[in-house]
Each structure stands twice: as structure tokens, then as C-alpha cells.
């Protein structure tokens, strides 16, 4: 999962006795505004994290079975049998964010440590739950060896297709993640030598790589597992990080927010139309392309974006923690109540709304009680060092030209 880029909290002042009627409706009105952002931050795409990763929710309440092959069930179907799609958008955001957010003569070990800092915390405390429930409730999350568990601890599991789905299903995301935050020093040390035109093939040719490779995968045999090898999710990365820097330097020429949810919302309904090896990021890269970087430019501008709302910015910020335990609680209910229970519709609709809060409060839960404090506790000051520094550290950005 990418970075979140944060907005500052903003909250009405509670309404007590003698507050005049207009005062507090203004105030109200001032609550329920999006307002401007400050300056250089992005909260549109937190607020767009949120709906991405409900996209995934509905995605696994379909293929849990919580609806019936009745008219509820083929609504279900349609509105989020491509709800996969929200992996890409994360994939494509995380290259946006670090290219935006790249410190200038940063050491790679320094930025290695800020992503471990992003991610790990809550890696650790799901894989613990999911330990805790292989041996309880859910027999079914037992890895396979300790090998395989050990090799999702440290995000490396995804790389044999058998262990892809070690412990936590969905944590097999993050072993992507740790390969892009791997190869970022290195990708960003080439990428800020390329000026905008460069920059623009390159994102072409990764929007490009990213449509043909199921073609190649099929035709050619290649036998990658497209879906969850982080190798073949690579050029989604590539190209967030090359519309990243885009839009960094003004380069950005892009359609408006209106045009660009267009596009992504034409190739997301047109995924379950497609087989599904071109489904899961295929026919939506275009649309996520245009959408990202729009949704960025409308916050440097301050042009109205619903993305920005500070309640779903705040559900942006949960957004990751929400991520990596929903999947958890569904497969607890799995072993409570059963496994793919076609319910009617209102029984169905009733599981799902269960299933949400209750991910919503443990990712609340998650975000306060481990992201926020594990995130100070690895970045941590370091006593100053009382020497010169090594001149061999390796670094990037601009201070890393030599």
C-alpha cells in the first residue's frame, strides 16, 4: 500500500449554549465543505484510497458468497466483479506518492526505513491475528511450513505462486510493495534525469507494458502468475511514478476529474465483460492514469473535489489498516457461520453492513492503537552521529549526482 498524504484536521468548535442559530449553521456548512488544501498537500488521494479499498471489500463479499444468484447477487456482480481493480489503483498511486513526496539528497537507507516505518507495524499485528485464528477458528490460514510463514514476514512470500496467499490473503500486496520501495532508490535515480517528455514515454510504455503483458502471458507461455507476482505489477509502479513526477514539475496536461472518472468508470464496467487475466488491471490502467494525477492537479489548484471531504480523507487514513483486517474478519465469519451462505438480499445486505463496521472499527482500532505509535517508535531520532559522514552512503534525489 502507498503512502498517505495527509491533510490537516479540521473540526467544527462543539455547539453549546448562546451559540447564535446562524453562527452554528455556518459553522455546520463549514464542517460539511471540502475545504482548500494546504499548500503541496494531496488530500484527494486519500480520500480516493478509501473508495478504493471498498471496491476491494464488496470484491470479497462477492466472492464469499454473502449474495445469492438472485437479482441482489447479479447487482453485486456488475457493480464489483472487477473490485480488483483497486490493487492496481493502489500500485499506481504508490509510485505517484513517493515521486511526489521524494526527499532531495535523501539516503535510500533513510527512505527504506520511512516506508518500513508506513507498512510493518500492521503487517505484523494482522499476521499475528491471522496466526492467532489458523490455530483457532480458521485451520484454513495455517501456512503451509514455517518457511512460508517466515517468507510472509518478510514480505517476500509472493514470489513462489504457492505461498502468494500466506497468513493474511491480502498481505501478498505488500511483498509488491516491498519489491517497488526496494527498487524505488534506484528507479527515482534514473527517472529525475528524464525531463518531461521522457517522462511521458516512459509512462506511456509502462500504461502500455501493463495492457500487453496478459496478451504475452497467454500467447506465449510464459506461466507468471500476473496477478500477484510482483515482477509483472512493476510497471504499474513505474508508470505512478512517472505521472508523479509529471505533475512535480508542471508538466501535467492531462483531462479535468470529470473526464478522468469518465474513463476509469467505462474500463472498470468493462472489465467483467473480459477474460480475467485482463481484468484486474487491463482495462482500468488508462483511466487510473488520467484519474490520479487530475485529482492531484485539482488539489494544487484548489478546484472542488469531492475526493477531499475531510470525512473521507479520515477514512483514507484507515484506509490501509481497513485494508489488511478485513479479510480477517470475513473469514472469521466464514468459520462461524459458513462458508459462501447465498443469503437473500436483506439478510446478505445486513452481513455485508456487519462485516464493514466491524472492519471499520478494528482499522480505527489499528490505525490509532499500532500505524500512528509504531510509526513513531522505528523513526525515532537517532542520537546525532559526531563524525563527518561516510562518503560512501548512497543516496537519491537531487543531493545524489555525485
Known amino acids: 500500500m502507498p503512502a498517505l498524504i495527509h491533510t490537516a484536521d479540521r473540526r467544527a468548535a462543539p455547539v453549546g449554549v448562546g451559540v447564535p442559530m446562524a453562527l452554528t449553521t455556518e459553522r455546520s456548512r463549514r464542517q460539511e465543505t471540502p475545504a482548500p488544501p494546504l499548500p503541496g498537500q494531496l ?13 476491494v471489500f464488496v470484491y470479497h463479499v462477492r466472492n464469499f458468497g454473502y449474495f445469492g444468484p438472485d437479482q441482489s447477487g447479479r447487482l453485486v456482480n456488475w457493480a464489483f466483479g472487477a473490485g480488483a481493480a483497486g490493487v492496481s489503483f493502489f500500485f499506481i498511486l504508490s509510485g505517484f506518492v513517493l515521486a511526489w513526496t521524494a526527499r532531495p539528497g535523501e539516503r535510500a537507507r533513510t527512505f527504506w526505513r520511512r516506508r518500513l516505518a508506513r507498512i510493518y507495524p500492521v503487517h505484523l499485528a494482522t499476521a499475528a ?21 517466515v517468507a510472509n514476514l518478510l514480505l ?31 528507479l527515482y535515480a534514473v527517472l529525475r534525469r528524464l525531463g518531461p517528455r521522457g517522462l511521458t514515454v516512459l509512462a506511456l510504455a509502462g500504461g502500455a507494458v501493463v495492457v500487453l503483458l496478459p496478451w504475452a502471458n497467454t500467447h506465449h507461455a510464459l506461466g507468471w502468475t500476473l496477478y500477484s507476482f510482483p515482477l509483472a505489477r512493476l510497471p504499474e509502479f513505474v508508470l505512478g511514478a512517472a505521472l508523479g513526477l509529471l505533475v512535480k514539475a508542471g508538466a501535467w496536461r492531462g483531462p479535468g476529474l470529470d473526464v478522468s472518472l469518465a ?15 485482463y481484468g484486474y488491471a487491463a482495462c482500468t490502467v488508462t483511466g487510473l492514469a488520467l484519474l490520479i494525477p487530475a485529482a492531484a492537479t485539482a488539489d494544487l489548484t484548489g478546484t472542488p473535489s469531492f475526493w477531499r471531504h475531510p470525512r473521507m480523507v479520515r477514512l483514507g487514513e484507515w484506509s ?7 479479510i480477517l474478519v470475513m473469514r472469521t465469519g466464514e468459520a462461524l457461520f459458513g462458508a459462501r451462505p447465498h443469503l437473500a438480499a436483506v439478510p446478505a445486505l445486513v452481513a455485508t453492513v456487519a462485516a464493514l463496521a ?26 546525532p552521529a559526531t563524525g563527518p559522514r561516510p562518503t560512501g552512503a548512497r543516496r537519491f534525489g537531487r543531493g545524489g549526482r555525485g
Open 129 to 149: 491475528v491471522a496466526l492467532l485464528l489458523a490455530y483457532t477458528l480458521v485451520p484454513g490460514l495455517r501456512p503451509g511450513g514455517i518457511r512460508e510463514a
Open 263 to 277: 474513463i476509469t468508470l467505462t474500463g472498470y464496467f468493462l472489465t467483467v465483460q473480459l477474460p480475467y487475466e
Open 156 to 186: 517476500v512470500s509472493s514470489w513462489n505462486p504457492q505461498w502468494w496467499q500466506a497468513l493474511n490473503p491480502v498481505s501478498w500486496s505488500l511483498t509488491c510493495e516491498a519489491f517497488f520501495y526496494a527498487a524505488f532508490p534506484a
Open 43 to 55: 488530500p484527494s488521494l486519500t480520500g480516493m484510497r478509501w473508495v478504493a479499498a471498498f471496491v
Open 358 to 383: 466491524l472492519s471499520l472499527v478494528l482499522a480505527w482500532a489499528l490505525y490509532e492503537g499500532v500505524e500512528r505509535p509504531g510509526r513513531r517508535l522505528v523513526l525515532r531520532s537517532r542520537r
Open 320 to 326: 490501509f489498516a481497513f485494508y489488511l483486517i478485513h
